[in-house]
């Protein structure tokens, strides 16, 4: 049996820009992925500390030491620029395999710059 676990969190990342014109997804710079252990293309659960509002969409890499953190598409709608959001991956695991799992927690600052890992 396979059950889902967290796997990697960026935690209290700031909004840095929304663009409802773009196809969709969540830009995150490339320094934060490889930090978090994500992937461009992978899916991701976005929770808003703002205003409550959890969605699900994929990433498209940013550039490196940028700090962006930019919703597209339809995900514009629900963040405002300046919003904490945690971003959110989760695996599946065997019983087994769960035991030595320790998800990729990344803390960053108010400019998306790493404190914690």
Not at 68 to 76: F, K, P, Q, V
Not at 78 to 90: E, H, L, S
């Amino acid at each position: 049996m396979l059950l889902e676990f967290l796997n990697s969190k960026i935690h209290r990342a700031t909004v840095t820009d929304a663009n409802l014109n773009y196809v969709g997804s969540i830009t995150i710079d490339e320094d934060l992925l490889a930090a978090a252990n994500m992937q461009e293309w992978q899916k991701v659960e976005i929770l808003d500390v703002n205003n409550g509002e959890r969605f699900q969409t994929y990433i498209i890499k940013g550039k490196a030491g940028s700090g962006e953190i930019c919703l597209n598409g339809a995900a514009a709608r629900k963040v405002q620029p300046g919003d904490k959001v945690i971003i959110v991956t989760y695996a599946q695991f065997t019983p087994e395999e769960i035991k030595n799992h320790k998800p990729t927690i990344v803390i960053v600052d108010d400019n998306n710059k790493i404190i914690n890992q």
